[in-house]
Nanobody
């Protein structure tokens, strides 16, 4: 079965950068759209970014556009999220998720990695 494992979170100061990684296993990586979501205590999980099966198309939530970059390496079965110019409001648990090309919702989720940005 498909498994996703995130890593790379940590405690940083405003303006710093982090690179989150997500390792995919148990399926054909190129058959899935990959996305990043985040959740802050007391708030609903929100979409952050997604990338198409071949990396040709990316989409970001407006609050991170220009600061975050999603990428994937199909040879390594991995997806990444580069977080630059971090702000305290970026503090959240970040989750990697996978969705089959024809699925209506993301089917698989990682355990999450904590990103904390101090001011």
């Amino acid at each position: 079965q498909v498994q996703l494992v995130e890593s790379g979170g940590g405690l940083v100061q405003a303006g710093d950068s982090l690179r989150l990684s997500c390792a995919f296993s148990g399926g054909t990586f190129s058959s899935y759209i990959l996305g990043w979501f985040r959740q802050t205590p007391g708030k609903e999980r929100e979409f952050v970014a997604r990338i198409s099966w071949n990396g040709d198309s990316t989409t970001y939530v407006g609050s991170v556009k220009g600061r975050f970059t999603i990428s994937r390496d199909n040879a390594k079965n991995a997806v990444y999220l580069q977080l630059n110019s971090l702000k305290p409001e970026d503090t959240a648990v970040y989750y990697c998720a996978a969705k089959r090309l024809l699925a209506s919702a993301y089917n698989y989720w990682g355990q999450g990695t904590q990103v904390t940005v101090s001011s």
